[in-house]
């Protein structure tokens, strides 16, 4: 006979509430958007039920519902045309650009509302690689340093609080850190994706901004999702370089990756909840197998159980909406 009984702390709703190690609010949200040109549109990404390509005016009014359900931060992704796409990304230098209009859209109407921009160059690259490729098909470092310089830049120009260079070239948090200051952007945060995994969660993504690599694939930038320690190498060269905050990503198949992380840095962490895993949970929903809803709300609880800051999702809005 046990007096020993963790059930008795589970007994009710409000004992439960009392134990409660970890909570999920709206302030740990970040609401990746797409925006693609035109006006009054609105195209559902076919493999993402639920989310959609913005143009601008339309993009407006859901950030607006976002800012009203509590949201802070957006996470802006622009959709181009591919006639705008060359080798050398030149679209993300251009300082009328349709991110750099849709920033200052964001910017006018909703001044507290934090964006994000993304730093790569596959949504402007006519080769789809986050980095410039050489005639034999290698992925060049150090000259693609110099292009994720000039986008970040013209982001930052742009009115862009938050930097997220998503590329994993090496040297460009430092790169990037010192333009920002010799520029005077020196409350830019960077959010480096510093445990950014070779992964094919990613494949929705993609599809919405058509960037998948025309050759070859990223496993020679983007890590291998077999190991964990070499994050630890990439935490070092981010805090050296001058980042705010680490990311890693995918999400849900890396929690491990978070705590480890976490263990090892004071800078706050933040998890990306990706295309691949929005896509699962809700074609799982979708035929009725499970509950999407309840699923997608334990999965960012997890995120934070692992020690996650912040969270990037896709279910941001559906989620701030049932906090409510
Ligand atoms: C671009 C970028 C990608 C994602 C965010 N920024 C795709 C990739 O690296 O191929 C993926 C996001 C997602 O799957 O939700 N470098």
């Known amino acids: 006979m046990t007096f020993i009984r963790p059930r008795r702390n589970r007994k009710n709703n409000a004992s439960r509430s009392l134990m409660r190690e970890n909570i999920l609010t709206t302030n740990d949200l970040i609401a990746p958007l797409f925006v693609i040109d035109g006006k009054d549109e609105m195209v559902e990404v076919s493999s993402m039920p639920g989310i959609f390509r913005y143009s601008r005016d339309k993009l407006l009014k859901e950030v607006k519902e976002l800012d009203e359900l509590g949201i802070k931060c957006v996470s802006l992704f622009p959709a181009l045309d591919d006639s705008l796409k060359d080798k050398y990304a030149t679209e993300s230098k251009n300082p009328d650009g349709l991110l750099q209009k849709t920033i200052k859209d964001i910017k006018n109407a909703f001044p507290d509302m934090l964006i994000m921009t993304d730093v790569a160059m596959d949504p402007y690259s006519s080769d789809g690689h986050d ?84 050759s070859g694939d990223k496993k020679t930038y983007q890590m291998d999702f077999h190991n964990v320690t070499e994050a630890i190498r990439e935490i070092k060269c981010d805090e050296a ?43 799982a929903s979708e035929k009725g197998w499970i509950d999407g809803d309840a699923v997608a709300y334990e999965m960012l609880v997890s995120f934070k159980r692992a020690g996650a800051d912040m969270i990037l999702s896709y279910f941001s809005k559906e989620i701030a909406k049932t906090l409510r």
């Open 131 to 214: 980095g410039l490729v050489s005639d034999n098909g290698e992925i060049l470092n150090d000259e693609t340093l110099d292009i994720l310089v000039e986008m970040s830049l013209n982001q930052a120009r742009a009115g862009s609080d938050i930097i997220g260079p998503s590329d994993m070239m090496d040297g460009r948090v430092g790169a990037i850190r010192k333009a920002l200051e010799s520029e005077g952007f020196s409350n830019t945060q960077i959010m480096s994706y510093t445990a950014k995994y070779a992964s094919s969660f990613y494949g929705p993504f993609r599809d919405a901004l058509d960037s998948a690599p025309k």
């Open 241 to 283: 370089e001058g980042a705010d905050i680490l990311m890693v990503k995918p999400g849900i198949s890396y929690l491990d990756v978070i705590k480890e992380m976490k263990s090892h840095t004071s800078l706050p962490i933040a998890a990306y909840n990706v295309s691949g895993e929005y896509a699962m949970v809700k074609a």
